[in-house]
């Protein structure tokens, strides 16, 4: 395993302050190392998108961060906390280290600019030295790198395919070679074909520029193609890391089970789909221990009273962790 570019370590994400506020992301720990990529995967409501706008200083109010710590492992240089950089240096560290690709590239794009200024505004932004034919030089090179032609530069957001404008989110977040790129579903407006195109030239892409990602979706066969490793979250907590292979090949926790059986395999018998009975948790109003036993066809004694740590479950499991009675552990989760 390469070295870390960032270490999640113990991160809470409240919306609301007090007795009312609701926890959406409860002591999350993760580790993405450079150049791979590691799949985050949930039903809506898990906290997935949270996690991600937490780590980045994000938030829309009312959400606050309420504890632990971000540390990203620049290139050159030491590690630095983003939650304790201030709104200069946060400036300076967003794009140029960690960049984010949002889910609708139709909001994210302004509808009455052109492609063109927004690409130059990124690369002015933060490299004021630069000049302007080499800022358009450098529009020009992002477009064809995502596979658009360079005279689309002058075409406004409505003019472009959902695909193509999804292309040029992941051009802009390109734009001054990050090592960690944060992927928010950004294929599931896109029919199948666009998702299998995007997802390829991602690839293509990272193998030649060597960034890390980390890629959000509640689509896990996706993940399963396009991952190093998986991270499961459910009620606001990971309650399963594996690399994707394994993953597929056998899941520990319930909940992955229930997710991997929720879509058809591409090969093989066929096989009846079996969806997860209920409905995520409140938030609000969280069932006491595992969070996933009221729903969970495995859940026996200790479920319903006390927390499973994540952690690893064996000698016959090495590098995964998962937070799950049947898979009892004490020690802590591996990075």
Known sequence: ????????????????????????????????HRGEVLGLAGE??????????????LLPPPGVVGGGQVVYHPTDGPPVDVLTLSPAQLRAFRWAETS?????????????HRISTQLLDVIKAH??????????????????LVGISADRLDSYPHQLSGGMRQRVMIAMALALEPQLVIMDEPTTALD???????????????????????????????????????AIMYGGRIVEQAPAAELYRRALHPYTEGLLHSFPALRGPRRELTGIPGSPPDL??????????????????????????????????????????????????PH
């Open 284 to 333: 609000r109003a969280m069932p006491g221990g595992c969070a996933f036993h009221p729903r969970c066809p495995d859940a026996f004694g200790p479920c319903d009273k006390e927390l499973p740590p994540l952690g690893p479950p064996g000698d016959d499991h090495p590098g995964r962790a998962v937070a799950c009675w049947l898979h009892p552990t004490a020690a802590p989760a």
């Open 1 to 32: 395993m390469s070295e870390p570019v960032l270490e999640i370590r113990g991160l809470c994400v409240d919306y609301g302050l007090g007795d009312d506020a609701v926890h959406a992301v409860r002591d999350v720990d993760l580790t993405l």
């Open 100 to 112: 984010i690709v949002f889910q609708g590239a139709m909001n994210s794009l302004n509808p009455v």
């Open 44 to 57: 809506s409501g898990s906290g997935k998108s949270t996690l991600a706008y937490g780590l980045t200083r």
């Open 192 to 230: 199948v074909v666009m998702q299998r195109q995007i997802l390829g030239q991602l690839a293509e892409l990272r193998q030649r520029l060597g960034f890390a990602v980390l890629f959000i979706t509640h689509d896990l066969s996706l993940l399963v193609e396009f991952s190093d490793r998986i």
């Open 127 to 144: 490299e004021p030295k630069s000049t302007a034919p080499g800022r358009q030089a450098r529009a020009r090179e992002l477009l064809r």
